[in-house]
């Protein structure tokens, strides 16, 4: 799938991108000076034009080589329609395949040094990040974790822009789906699109709702665009339930068998975002005793890794039996938690961490159950897309709120006791997974450029 040596229609295609768009580029210089307004590709300060390294796939084909030029990047959506559609088709779907072509996870964080554009919001700025997640304000004082962007071997990411971004969205909902750790993403991408937005009262949420862990479902509107990005809790994506045990005490279960009640909301969805992981991990669940039930079974014990096999198995068939194939279904995969010394609930800690790890075993630690999420996805009718972040997420042990996940008290000493290293602080590693989203919403839509 993933075709590293260009062929040679891939080359006549960028011959024609060069004939027809240099000129083209020219006549429109004074519109591209608003190089923040769209979809860009940035040409790499890190990378320069290189034209013997035939490893890698420059998305902007580099017409403008000057890397330091005032025009950083190319605004392909600024040209006039008329008369160059068939060129901004093709064009389209050269850089849907150059991306498609990409192994998007491989790769490495970069810091961006000077160029000021990471963080994409400003800590403490974005209305949208609840407390856990807001360690600059908790009192959290390095910054340089802030600074990293994730950068593919292969290709550039596309530039996030807020626009962009919603105009793919109009007249559409996206949905993410799971536990804490996609409204963690959720708030992110929410700062990500109202960090670009001109008139910040055009976004709301529905309800008026604040975002708090307690609440478990949320609707913001993009009033120009007519679209809304949701948040829908579903720890495990199937059904819990309770069960009374001999002494008349209500027990917690899970039908792993039956998709979540929730469910109803999702097919009301164009685009869907699920996750599910930390949660298999918790007491009940891992040990599995009078908690896993199939059908009336209540299993006395059962193993946490199959049955999340089971309820993976579960949410694909439900996917492929009442979500149309057209709709964009994506799962983000596993993200990495750091506890070092002991467990979430064990002590751990990762406080004092300032920069990503850059090598070691935990770098190619891939959990169990993401190769499950990988073979039942390669089964599905209708294969969701996979975020497959968990990599990316390794090296970053410096991006979690750690003591920073409450705020401070005056005069009360930081607690060092209960550590957050699952959940990341905001701005931080969500963003670099909304990118990603940014960019199979590119990849998605230029396929169906014909
Ligand atoms: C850039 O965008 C601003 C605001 O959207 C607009 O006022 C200005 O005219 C634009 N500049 C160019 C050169 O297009
Ligand atoms: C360009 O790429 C080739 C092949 O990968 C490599 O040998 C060479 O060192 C690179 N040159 C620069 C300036 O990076
Ligand atoms: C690149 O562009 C900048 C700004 O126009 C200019 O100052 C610089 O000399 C150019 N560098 C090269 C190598 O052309
Ligand atoms: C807004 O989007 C919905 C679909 O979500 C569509 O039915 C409706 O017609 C759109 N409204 C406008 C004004 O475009
Ligand atoms: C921003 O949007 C609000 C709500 O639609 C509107 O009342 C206000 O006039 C707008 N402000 C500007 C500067 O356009
Ligand atoms: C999902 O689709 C199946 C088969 O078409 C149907 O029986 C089921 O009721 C649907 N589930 C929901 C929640 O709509
Ligand atoms: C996800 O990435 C890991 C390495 O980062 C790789 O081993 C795995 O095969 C990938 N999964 C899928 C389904 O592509």
Redesign the pocket.
Known sequence: MMTKKPNSSFLLLSLLFLLFLVPLFYLTKTSLDNSSSDTNYVVPKQTPFNTTNKNHIFVNNNVDINVTSPFPALDFSSFPRSGVSQIDDLRKKEEGDLLRRCDLYEGKWVKDEDGGNYPIYKPRACPFVDEAFDCQRNGRLDSEYLKWRWMPHGCELPRFSSASFLERLR???LMLVGDSMNRNQFESLLCMLWEGLSNKSKMYEIHGYKITKGRGYYVFKFEDY?CSVEFVRSHFLVKEGIRLNAQGKSNPTLSIDIIDKSANRWKQADILVFNTGHWWAHGKTARGKNYYKEGDNIYPSFDAVEAYRRAMKTWAKWIDENISSEKLVIYRGYSSAHFRGGDWDSGGSCNGETEPVLRGDILDSYPLKMKIVGEVIKEMKSPAVLLNVTRLTNFRKDGHPSIYGKALTEGKKVSTRRQDCSHWCLPGVPDAWNELIFTTLVVHQSSTVE
């Open positions: 007249g559409k909902r007519n």
